[in-house]
């Protein structure tokens, strides 16, 4: 119980904090709001101002609770001498008695379901993961460090910013209950928005119809940021509404606040720039307003943008790394990890996408409910102005929907098409109080299971004695979550400040441990590639490609890729030079050279069978690597050890003479195939263990896991730890 205390503190001061913050922007700026409007709106722009406050003490090291625990005595003291929770703002319409009878026991109940699943030890995929992972690991380091290995770290993280907060007091579930407190707030804002236009039997539905939606309550409920998404897009649609309608110059900084801050939470929320820019331009045709949106929200988002180019070298980063080339993500892997998030495994084809966001909820991870079947009518609101504006918005926030097609990514467009449905149902007396009474009866969770997929991600019960921690947390997450005892697992057999490598994503918010999992950055994919070699004959250096010419001095040597329009990236082993068949001792003094992917060069001339530069991106003609010496130096022969899924490319030899020229040494070099060196997996292991990698976690379906566990000696490895499936291994 004590637990508990500390999870609703931790959630409940920062829930205090952002909302004084927000008094105290909007009674500085005096805008004219209606009293039910006030505290959703200042939740929001305050979670941007404590967001944006609390990545300035990241940034200078300063994450400890004590100052934590000043900045809230600093903001709720400042709030109450400047009295600005005081207000004389007129009320909105009155609500329909008849239908609040109806709706407050169904939003109460489930409001109670997420609560308590929200209280509950978290065990979400990504919130257990990532998004709290990286969260601890700030708090345990003080602030953001120079972390390159994981590609998560990139994103903008302005909801992370108060998990932050939360989590300094309440840890993993005080953190979850800062998303459900943006899970509360959504339906408000679509509530007082109808009720702003006149249409408040409307709002009540089309907010049940998101509330009740199963994807939108546990993700809600979850250290996730969709439905924090969602809540701030309909704020920045909100509060353009009100501009329209007043032209006051003060709700332009808000406006700017909540699009910058949409994009600083997700990049996949940029349409809110578009919009809310977009639309005072349309409106206006002057350039002030949307100059000063423009620097609002620039205040918000740059700062992340900043970090990512101090830190990795593209500021949104892990993408459009063929503009911003760096050594931390390939371009490869952002061409592979975009078209799986637009191609989920087990989707046959695209027209499945709507039974399965609908009903069925497992492939896509997550179901809205059948009723968005009926979604197609909202396009009968397009004939009243409301419908018009509600549904262009929706389409302007969901238009990102195919990068991603989980279902969960479709939350933030999910408000608008919601209120468009219920203005069109509400036109029938009676349908919608009926349509929000089955909708919530096909939500709730033993109802839910008999149609929705066995696997769904969904609210599936009521766990109180979790929540309360009755049941403690680790007793809990050790029986349901197989990521927690994992975790632990790893946290008990290796000393701290370990770095694990791993094949898979494990609970990195319950370890304090370092691991690096194979596909989250260059660094991952690189030392991944280590370990398969000696599994994997097409990657072992078989193929030796040599280049011979008349002997001469030369001050650098090039080597060409030729071919055009091949499958594969190009891959370089080892170089070797040699003059009257010796070869050369490789010396410092070289300059080594390679476009593109210029960091991994050092690779090719390591003399090591198990590491390879490449290109990581499609070969094309042009390709090269360059070694320059620091004087002429005299040549006969170079030899180019290759691996053997590169046979497409085409090599050729260029040299550079005394005199400066470059010319082709050799065109046609002669290929032969040899035997593997002997050892490879122990040389894998050594260079694991080199380039700080001291524990292998796999799980028992990785492709190297039976080869380790049968051959550990070949390897130099000890099985030092088990648990759900994952073995661990010492690199001895």
């Known amino acids: 119980m004590k637990q508990a205390v500390y999870i ?13 913050l927000g008094r105290l922007l909007l009674q500085r700026l005096r805008l004219r709001l209606y009293r039910q409007e006030e505290t959703p709106l200042a939740f929001l722009c305050g979670s941007a101002c404590l967001s944006f406050l609390v990545f300035l003490l990241a940034a200078g090291q300063l994450l400890y609770k004590g100052v934590f625990v000043a900045l809230a005595a600093v903001v709720l003291v400042s709030a109450w001498r400047l009295r600005a929770f005081h207000s004389d703002a007129p009320s909105l319409p009155t609500l329909p008695r008849r239908l609040l009878w109806l709706y407050i026991p169904i939003a109460a109940l489930f409001t109670a379901l997420g609560l308590l699943h929200a209280m509950a030890p978290e065990m979400s995929p990504d919130g257990s993961a990532y998004h709290l992972g990286l969260v601890a690991r700030y708090y345990r380091e003080r602030g953001f460090s120079h972390l390159t290995t994981n590609m998560y770290a990139n994103l903008s993280q302005g909801i992370e910013m108060l998990f932050l907060y939360a989590y300094s007091f309440g840890k993993h579930s005080a953190s979850a209950l800062v998303h459900f407190s943006f899970f509360l707030t959504l339906p408000l804002l679509i509530l007082n928005y109808a009720r702003r236009r006149g249409m408040p039997a409307a709002g009540m539905g089309a907010a049940l119809f ?13 250290a996730y940021n969709d439905v924090a998404i969602a809540a701030i897009l309909f704020a920045v649609f909100y509060l353009v509404q009100i501009w329209d309608e007043e032209r006051s110059n003060a709700l332009l900084i808000p406006i700017g606040l909540m699009a910058g801050f949409a994009f600083a939470s997700k990049y996949t929320a940029f349409p809110a720039l578009l919009y809310a820019g977009g ?64 191609n989920y495994p087990g989707l046959a084809s695209r027209w ?51 990068t991603n097609i989980g279902t969960r990514f479709l939350i933030p467009p999910l408000p608008y098409f919601a209120l468009a449905m219920a203005m069109a ?43 309360l921690r009755i049941e403690t947390e680790d007793g809990y997450l050790t029986r349901k979550w197989p990521s927690y005892a994992v975790a632990r697992m790893i946290e008990k057999n290796t000393p701290p400040g370990s770095t694990v490598l791993s094949f898979n994503q494990t609970g990195e918010a319950y370890t304090t441990r370092d691991t690096m999992v194979v596909y989250q950055s260059a660094r991952g994919n690189e030392l991944g590639g280590i370990l398969l070699t000696p599994l994997i004959t097409d990657y072992q250096p078989l193929q030796h490609v040599t280049f011979h010419f008349p002997g001469q001095p030369l001050r650098a040597v090039r080597l060409r890729q030729t071919a055009a329009h091949i499958p594969d990236h190009w891959t370089v082993t080892e170089v070797r030079l040699y003059h009257n068949g010796q070869e050369l ?40 690597i360059e070694v320059e010496f620091p004087a002429p130096t005299a040549l006969d022969a170079v030899v180019v050890v290759n691996s053997t899924d590169v046979r497409a490319a085409t090599m050729a030899l260029d ?48 492709f190297a896991a039976k080869d380790l566990a049968t051959r550990p000696e070949m390897w130099g490895v000890m099985r030092v730890g088990e648990s759900q499936g994952f073995t661990l291994y010492k690199i001895q």
């Open 279 to 342: 639309y005072i331009l349309w409106r206006t045709r002057a350039l002030r307003p949307l100059v000063i949106v423009s620097l609002c929200a620039l205040a918000m988002f740059a700062p992340w943008l900043i970090k990512n180019t101090i830190v990795v070298g593209n500021p949104v980063s892990p993408f459009f790394n063929q503009v911003f080339p760096n050594p931390y993500v390939h371009i490869s892997f952002e061409k592979g990890y975009t078209e799986a998030m637009r």
């Open 8 to 20: 609703l503190l931790g959630a409940a001061l920062t829930y205090a904090v952002c909302l004084s």
């Open 210 to 222: 998101v509330f009740l939606s199963p994807v939108v309550g546990i993700d809600g409920a979850s």
């Open 352 to 402: 499945e996408i709507p039974l399965e966001v609908t009903v069925r909820g497992q492939v896509l991870c997550g179901l809205l409910g059948p009723l968005f079947l009926l979604a197609p009518l909202a396009l009968l609101s397009l004939k009243w102005r409301d419908g018009r504006r509600l549904l262009a918005a929706g389409i302007c926030f969901g238009a990102v929907y195919f």
């Open 585 to 624: 001792p490789r010396s410092p003094q070289w300059r080594l050279r390679a476009s593109p992917n210029p960091w991994g060069v050092q690779e090719a001339f390591d003399n090591s069978p198990v590491t390879r530069w490449g290109s990581w991106q499609t070969a094309y003609p042009g390709m090269r």
């Open 425 to 467: 149902l509400a036109r029938v007396p009676a349908l919608l109080p009926v349509m929000v009474l089955l909708h919530a009866l096909s939500a709730w969770p033993p109802l839910l299971q008999e149609y929705c997929a066995t696997y769904a991600w969904r609210l599936d019960r009521m766990v109180w004695k979790q929540a």
């Open 655 to 702: 040299g550079k003479d005394a005199s400066g020229i470059w010319r082709t040494l050799q065109p046609k070099p002669v290929i032969t195939e040899e035997p593997p060196p002997l050892r490879l997996r122990r040389e894998a292991a050594e260079v694991l263990k080199e380039r700080g990698i001291g524990f292998l976690l796999m799980q028992e379906d990785d």
